[in-house]
């Protein structure tokens, strides 16, 4: 069973800080990571994905990769109040491209 | 862009009666097509993988004849609820895989609520 751990949270952040997600994953073979935002009623939007150790930057969002440890992160910097949502690390898991997704966390930016 | 839509975006119906939903990739093509079902504080489900062209592949204990899944173009998949009960209320979101990069794009979700 390939599974995909996201530990931590709920977070809560003041506005402005850098917020940290991370996410664990069990199949070493992994090859591509992907971080999706869910706000409260919404439906998932993906916002950054990744296939290469190291760091990978859009905008405030950075996505961190480290196949030898199986870990994937989520920076995001200068957070806002508008940034507050569900964060779900997903990992594609076998034939027809399923998305494994972890439990998700819950980030909070006060103002 | 990769632009997913769905239709309707809320449907209330009363039980007993079946429901359709829409799932649409507007921009590009998706052999593969995705519907999830999630319910409040949870989790998203994967119910079933929609692959244009063949039957739809569904996940361990889902009921391929009270959900059926139809994925008959590239660019559009169909959920039917048939003979809805309360307890299929929820949230149905579809996803659609754009290529083969295992990126999924999500539509807006429907929601349903079975009286």
């Known amino acids: 069973q390939k599974e995909v751990e996201q530990n931590s949270g709920p977070l809560s952040v003041p506005e402005g800080a850098i917020a940290s997600l991370n996410c664990t994953y069990s199949d070493r073979g992994s090859q591509s990571f992907f971080w999706y935002r869910q706000y409260s009623g919404k439906s998932p939007e993906l916002i950054m994905f990744?296939?290469?150790?190291g760091d990978k930057e859009d905008g405030r969002f950075t996505a961190q990769l480290n196949k030898a440890s199986q870990y994937v992160s989520l920076l995001i910097r200068d957070s806002q109040p508008s940034d507050s949502a569900t964060y779900l690390c997903a990992v594609p898991s076998g034939a027809n491209s399923k998305l494994t997704f972890g439990k998700g966390i819950t980030l909070s930016v006060r103002p | 862009g990769a632009v997913v839509s769905q239709h309707p975006s809320r449907v209330i119906c009363k039980s007993g009666t079946s429901v359709k939903i829409e799932c649409r990739s507007l921009?590009?093509?998706?052999?593969?097509m995705f519907w999830y079902r999630q319910f409040p504080k949870q989790s998203l489900m994967l119910m079933a993988t929609?692959?244009?062209?063949?039957?739809?592949?569904?996940e361990q204990g889902v009921e391929k004849d009270k959900f059926l899944i139809n994925h008959a173009s590239l660019t559009l998949s169909t959920l039917t609820v048939t003979s809805a009960h309360p307890e299929d209320s929820s949230f149905y979101i579809c996803?659609?895989?754009?290529?083969?990069?295992?990126?999924?794009?999500f539509g807006p979700g429907t929601r349903l609520t079975v009286l």
């Open positions: 996803s659609a895989e754009r290529g083969s990069t295992d990126t999924q794009y």
């Open positions: 990744i296939y290469s150790n």
């Open positions: 921009d590009f093509q998706a052999t593969t």
């Open positions: 929609s692959n244009e062209g063949s039957k739809a592949t569904y």
